[in-house]
């Protein structure tokens, strides 16, 4: 099957597909509707050959459809019928949840994307599962007005890494992670990474919409450790 994968965010809109040897990319900004944003892939994929998409969608969704507008585009996600404008089946994801996906080794995956906001998602045992941690309330505000891109602007890198490390550390003592993979663009910005976290790569989101159209081998591949672990649990 070819694999078309749209990766959406607030500056730019990259593609890439299977049998490709180099993604492609197109500029987005605050006038970026879904209706251009179909028609800048269309454009720009013409001469490649896929049947089905992946979209990482940069904001809430679910059932293949946005839930709630993107705040760096522009309006006109909530309801767009995707697979009708692209004329072929379309799976859309949250963009965290997809980059997730593609860093997933196996177990109980922490993802975090130190991007324009803070993305969060996690992978157990092959099956993804994005979250809005970055609401969550943290010192005079949330996680993310703490680790946001606004937030290294106005605090500098010093007092932003500090927040970054005292969030991760947060989320990992509250939810046992067996691995976590901290993403997106300011990842590079840190000086090292916190205890027991590793650097994802952007590339990532690209095999992450690939996977999308493995669920089912993902979902078995899962209930065969759970099965595995329970037969040691036994066993003890």
């Known amino acids: 099957m070819n694999v078309l994968v749209v990766d959406v965010g607030g500056s730019n809109v990259k593609i890439f597909a299977t049998g490709q040897d180099e993604p492609r990319k197109f500029s987005s900004g605050t006038k970026m509707t879904a209706k251009r944003m179909v028609s800048g892939v ?9 049947e089905v998409i992946s979209i990482g969608y940069p904001g809430p969704a679910l059932r293949d459809r946005a839930v709630s507008e993107p705040p760096n585009l522009a309006r006109g996600w909530v309801g767009f019928d995707f697979q009708s404008a692209f004329g072929c089946p379309v799976r859309l994801i949250n963009d965290a949840a997809m980059q997730a996906l593609g860093s997933y080794r196996g177990g109980k995956l922490l993802f975090l994307g130190l991007g324009t906001g803070l993305g969060s998602a996690m ?3 092959g099956i993804v599962m ?13 996680f993310e007005d703490h680790v946001s891109a ?9 007092k932003w890494r500090l927040h970054v490390a005292k969030v991760v550390a947060l989320l990992v003592a509250a939810l046992h992670p067996d691995d976590v993979v901290l993403g997106g663009g300011n990842v590079k910005k840190l000086k090292e990474m916190p205890p027991g976290c590793r650097g994802g790569d952007n590339a990532n989101a690209f095999l992450g919409g690939f996977r999308m159209w493995e669920y089912s081998s993902w979902r078995r591949k899962g209930s065969r450790r759970r099965e595995s672990a329970e037969r040691r649990n036994q066993t003890r």
């Open 150 to 158: 606004d937030a290294l602007k106005k605090q500098g890198k010093k």
């Open 123 to 125: 992978v157990v045992d």
């Open 130 to 142: 994005p979250m809005e941690l970055a609401h969550l309330p943290y010192k005079n505000g949330t």
């Open 42 to 50: 269309r454009k720009l994929a013409k001469d490649w050959k896929y």
